[in-house]
Nanobody
Framework: QGQLVESGGGLVQPGGSLRLSCAAS????????MGWYRQAPGNQRELVAH???????NYADSVKGRFTISRDNAKNTVYLQMNSLKPEDTAVYYC?????????WGKGTLVTVSS
């Protein structure tokens, strides 16, 4: 059974940076499309970015130019580099592994952007 564990969240000031990591186990990581989603209080969960097995990437308009998703198949880990953070980026960030054969979620890591 696949497991995803996020880390790297925390409190950061506006304009600051954070890097989130998601370590996967129990799946053939390299063939999965990996994604980061976020959910702010009172809002629905939304896609932030995803990266395919071929390393094609897609970003939400709200984070384009500020966030970068990457993957290290040797470490079974996907990253989300977040720069120029804004208060509206405050949310719980979730890692997702998606394939027709299975879909897995992590428990999330909280990112708070505040002065």
């Amino acid at each position: 059974q696949g497991q995803l564990v996020e880390s790297g969240g925390g409190l950061v000031q506006p304009g600051g940076s954070l890097r989130l990591s998601c370590a996967a186990s129990g799946i053939i990581f390299s063939i999965y499309t990996m994604g980061w989603y976020r959910q702010a209080p009172g809002n629905q969960r939304e896609l932030v970015a995803h990266i395919t097995s071929n390393r094609n990437t897609n970003y939400a308009d709200s984070v384009k130019g500020r966030f970068t998703i990457s993957r290290d198949n040797a470490k079974n880990t996907v990253y989300l580099q977040m720069n120029s953070l804004k208060p509206e980026d405050t949310a719980v960030y979730y890692c997702n592994a998606n394939l027709a054969a299975g879909n897995y979620w992590g428990k999330g890591t909280l990112v708070t952007v505040s002065s």
